[in-house]
């Protein structure tokens, strides 16, 4: 009977080890390859940028606006940027400042369109950003009605790693939750700006791309505080400091300049949103050629017939006293 137990207990072992042995090579074998996987996965979820908006969530009010910022953190260097968020009915863009922005060339300045409710902007930072905190834009909000809304990235948004091979770097962002309560006010967090756009260096150059290969003005400037506004442009054969006496044309870079033959001072006017205004100059690179400019054109043209005119007065008083 116990010799018979003892065969039962050694067959039942035999099984056991036999059922062990695969069950271990089973278990070594998931293993393995769920640390392959997130050996594989690991590197995309290390270096993706992550955007956020500070605050993270906000209770609002229907009186006056509220602001907040949309910043990155990117632990591998970005240099790209085309951003695109969606602005649920309910809430309205009053302003996108791109102050203090850490995209110093923008290719689109923060612009939202109103018929897809889709705020967009794109812009590079030459040599990359990486870090946290990088601020992208801050978005001055309003709201039409009390309610529960989210502003979300879209998905059609795109950012660039820093590199000799142009690569789309991961994105991971969390939508915005707004709470509007009616009655309540915003303080709207204004901070005054009275400082004026950073200095900036205006360059002319000529491309067989742009204008038809004309002559065009390049210009970009930045500003720390409320942002850049708008850009206007001025030309004339002489230096001035007097800048309220320059003939002011709204510009956008590339310009095309009226003076081609380039022996006129060029005036460039930032403005950030707050009104204040820097002035940068250029001057003439053929400062020996007349102007070619149509305006300066009429004004010779002027002065021209005032000369004849003024000759044949002069011709015709000396014959009548003789």
Same mark, same amino acid.
């Given at each position: 009977?116990?010799?018979?137990?003892?065969?039962?207990?050694?067959?039942?072992?035999?099984?056991?080890?036999?059922?062990?042995?695969?069950?271990?090579?089973?278990?070594?074998?998931?293993?393995f390859?769920?640390?392959?996987?997130?050996?594989? /996965?690991?590197?995309?979820?290390?270096?993706?940028?992550?955007?956020?908006?500070?605050?993270?969530?906000?209770?609002? $009010?229907?009186?006056?606006?509220f602001?907040?910022?949309?910043?990155?953190?990117?632990?591998?260097?970005?240099?790209?940027f085309?951003?695109?968020?969606?602005?649920?009915?309910?809430?309205?863009?009053?302003?996108?400042?791109?102050?203090?922005?850490?995209?110093?060339?923008w290719?689109?300045?923060?612009?939202f369109?109103?018929?897809t409710? /889709?705020?967009?902007?794109?812009?590079?930072?030459?040599?990359?950003?990486?870090?946290?905190?990088?601020?992208?834009?801050?978005?001055?909000l309003?709201?039409?009605?009390?309610?529960?809304?989210?502003?979300?990235?879209?998905?059609?948004?795109?950012?660039?790693?820093? $590199?000799?091979?142009?690569?789309?770097?991961?994105?991971?962002?969390?939508?915005?939750?707004?709470?509007?309560?009616?009655?309540?006010?915003?303080?709207?967090?204004?901070?005054?700006?009275?400082?004026?756009?950073?200095?900036?260096?205006?360059?002319?150059?000529?491309?067989s791309?742009?204008?038809?290969?004309?002559?065009?003005?390049?210009?970009?400037?930045?500003?720390?505080?409320?942002?850049?506004?708008?850009?206007?442009?001025?030309?004339?054969?002489?230096?001035?400091?007097?800048?309220?006496?320059?003939?002011?044309?709204?510009?956008?870079?590339?310009?095309?300049?009226?003076?081609?033959?380039?022996?006129?001072?060029?005036?460039?006017?930032?403005?950030?949103?707050?009104?204040?205004?820097?002035?940068?100059?250029?001057?003439?690179?053929?400062?020996?050629?007349?102007?070619?400019?149509?305006?300066w054109?009429?004004?010779?043209?002027?002065?021209?017939?005032?000369?004849?005119?003024?000759?044949?007065?002069?011709?015709?008083?000396?014959?009548?006293?003789?």
């Amino acid at each position: 009977m116990m010799k018979k137990e003892r065969n039962g207990m050694q067959k039942n072992g035999e099984s056991a080890e036999r059922i062990s042995k695969p069950l271990g090579g089973f278990v070594r074998a998931g293993l393995f390859t769920i640390v392959a996987f997130l050996i594989i /996965i690991s590197p995309c979820a290390a270096h993706a940028a992550s955007l956020y908006f500070d605050p993270g969530g906000v209770t609002a $009010g229907t009186d006056g606006i509220f602001k907040v910022g949309l910043l990155i953190d990117a632990k591998k260097p970005v240099n790209a940027f085309d951003i695109k968020l969606r602005i649920p009915v309910g809430l309205n863009v009053v302003d996108a400042s791109d102050g203090n922005s850490i995209i110093n060339l923008w290719i689109e300045r923060p612009s939202f369109d109103q018929s897809t409710r /889709i705020l967009s902007f794109s812009g590079i930072v030459p040599g990359g950003f990486s870090g946290r905190g990088g601020r992208l834009a801050v978005l001055s909000l309003a709201a039409d009605e009390p309610g529960s809304f989210n502003v979300a990235l879209d998905l059609a948004s795109v950012i660039m790693l820093n $590199g000799a091979v142009p690569t789309a770097d991961t994105i991971e962002s969390a939508a915005l939750p707004v709470i509007v309560e009616a009655g309540k006010q915003n303080l709207g967090n204004i901070i005054p700006d009275y400082d004026p756009p950073e200095e900036f260096i205006p360059s002319v150059a000529t491309s067989s791309e742009i204008f038809n290969g004309r002559y065009a003005l390049y210009f970009e400037a930045q500003d720390k505080g409320s942002g850049i506004q708008s850009y206007l442009e001025a030309e004339s054969p002489f230096f001035t400091k007097d800048y309220r006496s320059l003939t002011w044309r709204d510009a956008r870079s590339p310009y095309l300049i009226d003076d081609q033959s380039l022996s006129s001072y060029i005036y460039v006017k930032a403005v950030d949103k707050a009104g204040n205004e820097r002035v940068e100059s250029l001057p003439p690179v053929n400062p020996g050629s007349w102007p070619r400019s149509s305006g300066w054109a009429i004004i010779i043209t002027i002065a021209l017939i005032l000369a004849i005119a003024w000759l044949f007065f002069i011709k015709k008083f000396k014959h009548v006293k003789h």
